[in-house]
């Protein structure tokens, strides 16, 4: 295996598969499809809620889908959780694939982190 820059892995080099065309395109179309669940999410639960990046294996039977939120993170996740049927059959009418693959929806804690670094360098 040789080194490649993966797609969404700015900054970062190590040592992977090559990113297809069809896989950024599929995790695009399915970060759209999923996104139009979280506008289903009870404003009592959860707020802001956005689908942040879908990450596709290589063999597309699994998608890591990143969720952030401004309130409620934990039980937004729980929410598509819920949801996973119906997204899942939503993505089968509209993308033509052989399967379709299986949701892990994940904390995006990205923002929190910069929140982070930002208190440290203004610590310095």
Same mark, same amino acid.
């Given at each position: 295996?040789?080194?490649?820059?993966? =797609?969404?892995?700015?900054?970062? =080099?190590?040592?992977?598969?090559?990113?297809?065309?069809?896989? +950024?395109?599929?995790?695009?179309?399915?970060?759209?499809?999923?996104?139009?669940?979280? =506008? /289903?999410?009870?404003?009592?639960?959860?707020?802001?809620?956005?689908?942040?990046?879908?990450?596709?294996?290589?063999?597309? /039977?699994?998608?890591?889908?990143?969720?952030?939120? +401004? /309130?409620?993170?934990?039980?937004?996740?729980?929410?598509?959780?819920?949801?996973?049927?119906?997204?899942?059959?939503? +993505?089968?009418?509209?993308?033509?694939?052989?399967? =379709?693959?299986?949701?892990?929806?994940?904390?995006?804690?990205?923002?929190?982190?910069?929140?982070?670094?930002?208190?440290?360098?203004?610590?310095?």
């Amino acid at each position: 295996m040789k080194k490649v820059r993966e =797609v969404g892995e700015v900054g970062k =080099v190590g040592y992977a598969f090559p990113v297809s065309h069809r896989n +950024i395109q599929l995790s695009g179309i399915l970060r759209t499809l999923v996104a139009k669940f979280t =506008v /289903q999410i009870p404003p009592d639960t959860a707020l802001g809620v956005s689908i942040t990046e879908v990450k596709l294996s290589t063999d597309l /039977q699994y998608a890591d889908v990143y969720v952030s939120a +401004i /309130q409620g993170l934990p039980e937004a996740i729980e929410f598509l959780k819920s949801k996973t049927g119906a997204i899942r059959k939503v +993505i089968a009418s509209e993308v033509n694939a052989h399967s =379709v693959p299986t949701m892990r929806f994940r904390a995006d804690n990205r923002g929190e982190k910069a929140d982070k670094l930002d208190r440290l360098i203004e610590s310095l």
